[in-house]
């Protein structure tokens, strides 16, 4: 019997090893290969250490305390930690499966014979027991795919989080852009008015004529739609600003119209910003998980213990009497090895074995798109930079061509069509440098998840 047991064990054992999976080692390997050893878009070595929390970059008190209340009140955040919660709880019962199970009942048995017209009726009270003995570890290996799962559950919440943070940091910058845009369209409807105001003027004294009065209220009337069109753009953002951090929207949530200040984020060295990013911890538990759940899954054809037990009073033919008696107790031992089951041990094996493969995959995936959020995010921040350099540039040129327009047209050197296209062409200039303004803080909040950094206040 002992023979037989050791070759079964060897057989199993032996096609466990034929189907050996990659190791975590390996992954880890693999997916340094991917992750380079300087950033191609900022090469330059990198003293200043990688920064860690997201919060520490922003020198704003009222975004500050923004980002907080969402973190606390958003309804979506705290849903998903309720199921986190539900999800912890659930892994009590993969847990229970290593330990022994104990539980009392109260048992009514009725016998009737053949020929004996009278039946028997016992009852009595029994404590049974029994115990899967964890002989190769496969219950521990269930468990501890429970726990990697939960665990990469937990990091999904922190990525959550921060993604919930830029969020509200973007929202409340778009708000911003948008509010200085108003005032930018504002100023360029004041300039159109006191441009139509001229143009009467001379028309009055004889200079000009009608329709250079008309192209100036053509102008100023689209000036004013565009005001409120953007006015209606606000107004949606303070809305969904508003339901990010968990208040009722009601619209009157309003920013300032000042830039808040948000500091340039060290990137740090590229294996240290990829790993301290939350998706790719998850991933690498989910895959830690599967290797886990993989193992167990080869385990489960090996034979398997089972130590079961019962005893109690032998009780009587009434109710009253299962307390009373002889106490009578029995244990049985017991060696399972599955030997037919029409090959669902094997497709279960299998099974896990490619989603193994499956999350080994997911995670370099993970890390190769982490590396390249990093490089798009570093290169987009130096060219909005030098984009921002030149339309300013550009608007003063546009400056000068205004005062130039402006002189040649009182003194009937040009027309009003001229000088209405390069002062639009100033004020567009001026709401592109607004747009690069905001799309620049934009960019760092992305830089900043890229690399990983949490919106979690520090404790320095």
């Known amino acids: 019997m002992r023979g037989s047991v050791a070759l079964m064990v060897?057989?199993?054992s032996c096609s466990a090893c034929a189907a050996a999976r990659p190791s975590l080692d390996e992954a880890n390997q693999a997916a340094s290969q991917i992750v380079p050893t300087a950033w191609s878009s900022e090469p330059r070595a990198h003293e200043t250490p990688l920064t860690s929390h997201f919060l520490d970059l922003i020198h704003d008190a009222r975004l500050q305390d923004l980002v907080t209340e969402a973190l606390d009140g958003n309804h979506d955040l705290l849903a998903s930690a309720?199921?986190?919660?539900?999800?912890?709880?659930?892994?009590?019962?993969?847990?229970?499966?290593?330990?022994?199970?104990?539980?009392?009942?109260?048992?009514?048995?009725?016998?009737e014979f053949v020929f004996d017209p009278t039946p028997i009726t016992e009852h009595?009270?029994?404590?049974?027991?029994?115990?899967d003995l964890d002989l190769w570890g496969r219950l521990a290996k269930l468990e501890d795919e429970g726990t990697l799962r939960l665990a990469?559950?937990?990091?999904?919440?922190?990525?959550?989080?921060?993604?919930?943070?830029?969020?509200?940091?973007?929202?409340?910058?778009?708000?911003?852009?948008?509010?200085?845009?108003?005032?930018?369209?504002?100023?360029?409807?004041?300039?159109?008015?006191?441009l139509?105001?001229?143009?009467?003027?001379?028309?009055?004294?004889?200079?000009?004529?009608?329709?250079?009065?008309?192209?100036?209220?053509?102008?100023?009337?689209v000036a004013r739609?565009?005001?409120?069109?953007?006015?209606?753009?606000?107004?949606?953002?303070?809305?969904?600003?508003?339901?990010?951090?968990?208040?009722?929207?009601?619209?009157?949530?309003?920013?300032?119209?000042?830039?808040?200040?948000?500091?340039?984020?060290e990137s740090g060295l590229p294996v240290e910003a990829v790993l301290a990013r939350a998706d790719v911890r998850a991933s690498m538990l989910r895959l830690e998980a599967s290797d886990a759940a993989a193992a167990a899954a080869v385990r489960a054809r090996l034979p398997s213990l089972r130590i079961s037990a019962d005893g109690g009073p032998r009780g009587g033919p009434s109710l009253g009497d299962v307390?009373?008696?002889?106490?009578?107790?029995?244990?049985?031992?017991?060696?399972?090895?599955?030997?037919?089951q029409g090959g669902l041990l094997r497709a279960r094996s299998e099974a896990r074995r490619s989603e193994f493969e499956a999350a080994w995959h997911d995670y370099m995936s993970v890390v190769s798109n982490a590396v390249v959020e990093v490089e798009d995010a570093l290169s987009r921040e130096r060219a909005l930079l030098r984009q921002r350099t030149l339309v300013e540039r550009a608007a003063s040129e546009a400056g000068r061509q205004v005062d130039v327009q402006t002189r040649r047209y009182r003194l009937g050197l040009a027309d009003v069509l001229d000088l209405?296209?390069?002062?639009?062409?100033?004020?567009?200039?001026?709401?592109?440098?607004?747009?690069?303004?905001?799309?620049?803080?934009?960019?760092?909040?992305?830089?900043?998840?890229?690399?990983?950094?949490?919106?979690?206040?520090?404790?320095?």
């Open 225 to 265: 739609a565009g005001v409120v069109a953007l006015e209606a753009d606000l107004g949606d953002v303070q809305r969904r600003l508003e339901v990010l951090v968990g208040r009722r929207p009601t619209g009157t949530l309003t920013p300032p119209a000042v830039w808040p200040a948000i500091a340039p984020v």
């Open 152 to 194: 990469g559950l937990a990091v999904d919440l922190e990525a959550a989080r921060d993604a919930l943070g830029a969020r509200v940091v973007q929202a409340w910058v778009e708000a911003v852009s948008i509010r200085r845009a108003i005032n930018a369209e504002a100023q360029r409807v004041a300039v159109l008015q006191r």
């Open 124 to 131: 009595r009270a029994v404590v049974v027991g029994s115990w």
């Open 196 to 221: 139509e105001e001229t143009i009467r003027r001379r028309y009055r004294a004889g200079l000009g004529t009608l329709d250079d009065l008309s192209a100036a209220r053509s102008s100023a009337d």
């Open 323 to 340: 307390l009373s008696g002889r106490f009578a107790w029995g244990l049985v031992t017991s060696i399972t090895q599955p030997i037919f």
């Open 82 to 111: 309720r199921r986190l919660d539900a999800a912890s709880w659930e892994l009590t019962e993969t847990s229970s499966l290593r330990w022994p199970s104990i539980s009392a009942e109260v048992r009514r048995a009725r016998t």
């Open 10 to 12: 060897a057989a199993v």
């Open 420 to 460: 209405l296209s390069v002062r639009n062409q100033q004020l567009d200039l001026q709401r592109q440098v607004i747009a690069l303004d905001g799309t620049v803080l934009s960019n760092r909040i992305a830089l900043a998840l890229a690399v990983g950094a949490a919106f979690t206040p520090s404790t320095s």
